[in-house]
């Protein structure tokens, strides 16, 4: 009988396989992440030149001109990067209203006037024209980068009801797991980004939890007072001043803290689930201790 055909990977290859391509599927993504919206910053990089041939030829309105518009392009690349960041986050708020300030309207605005200075200050375009060219900058950062509809900016009230200092304690926390899915976007490690993303999905069952059983509130609020606290702190002072540092003791030392915190994290929602009467004091001290002595809060 003819022998069956030997597979061409092991188990262990085929699994080694997956892991390359999910890493890499997650390297592509967080690429994707961070070139989306990056056009507004080098689409005006003409103006600044502009700028200062128009200071050195002594045509100082226009070098006025350029300069404010390219400062305007540039501010509305800001909104609108601040703007896709929290639509990212918008799906999973279940307890906070969303910033108050419609940031892609800002960014559009702002865009739409730079443009139009551009025309009108540097370029010499009459006043219609150039209100013109605003406009149509306006239309294409909307087929760009989709303005919400303006009803969505009118429903931004969290959910109502129930026990007040419970939905302050809900929010609050809420608020620092969102600092910290902000945080993962900016660390510009895959690694890293998923542990923090792990944490965030960590934070929100324990919440979910709490939001059921108001009676554990108690048993929590030190958890989400201390060491919830302590992990924003951490994750967004380190995606702050060490996201462009790879290897070495410092990112090192942050990975460990984080395994430690998804692992305290887990426990502190199983006991939760188990109505277990300890709690995670001791572990929790010990931890907000050593996020103190490793140099990154």
Known sequence: MPSEPRPLLTP????????????V???????????RGVLLYILPL????????????GSLGAALASATAFALVVAGGHFNRRGLVEELVAPDRRYTRPSRLPYKYLGAALVGAGTALAAYGAVGQGALVSITFGLLAVAGFHLAYRLPRPATLLNRAPPGGGDRPLRRALEQAEGRLIAIEKAALGVRNPELEQRLRRIAVQGRAILDLIAARPHELYRARKFLNVYLEGAERVAARYARTHRLARGGELERNFRAVLAEIEAVFERQRVRLLEQDVLDLDVQIEVLRKRLESEGIT
């Open 12 to 23: 262990a290859q085929e699994a080694l396989l997956r892991r390359g391509v999910r890493e």
């Open 25 to 35: 599927g997650d390297r592509l993504a967080a690429v994707r992440r961070g070139v």
């Open 46 to 57: 003409p103006l600044a030149l502009a700028a200062l041939v128009s200071l050195a030829s």
